[in-house]
Nanobody, 134 residues
């Protein structure tokens, strides 16, 4: 049974940093896409960054414009944990953060439309709350 579990959320002041982690287990097949999404108050869920593996190659990590320069996605060598380092946090980064995995290639939608499509991600964690406030 697939299980994704986020951790590392919390409260931080503007300008601060947090590192979120996602423990992944039980996927029925290797994920083609591993990603981080977030949903702020009253907002739709949006993709932040994706690690994609196509065939035997690993595509460089793809970041949404809102994440470029401040957020860094990484994966451990065992491929069981995906992390999101977030720096220079702002109040509008306040959101529930989710990790997700899918067995479809999620990059074509991003390249054609500029966003990561949620239907490409079959497995989701329950989320971890990040609050940025002074």
């Amino acid at each position: 049974q697939a299980n994704l579990m986020e951790s590392g959320g919390g409260s931080v002041q503007p300008g601060g940093s947090l590192k979120l982690s996602c423990s992944i287990s039980g996927l029925p097949s290797p994920a083609l896409c591993l990603g981080w999404f977030r949903q702020g108050p009253g907002k739709e869920r949006e993709g932040l960054a994706v690690l994609s593996t196509t065939g035997s190659s690993t595509v460089p990590i793809t970041y949404a414009n809102i994440a470029k320069g401040r957020f860094t996605l990484s994966e451990d060598n065992a491929k069981t944990t995906v992390s999101l380092q977030m720096n220079s946090l702002k109040s509008n980064d306040t959101a529930m953060y989710f990790c997700a995995a899918g067995d479809q290639d999620c990059l074509p939608v991003y390249y054609n439309h500029g966003y990561f499509s949620e239907p490409d991600f079959l497995y989701w964690g329950h989320g971890t709350q990040v609050t940025v406030s002074s």
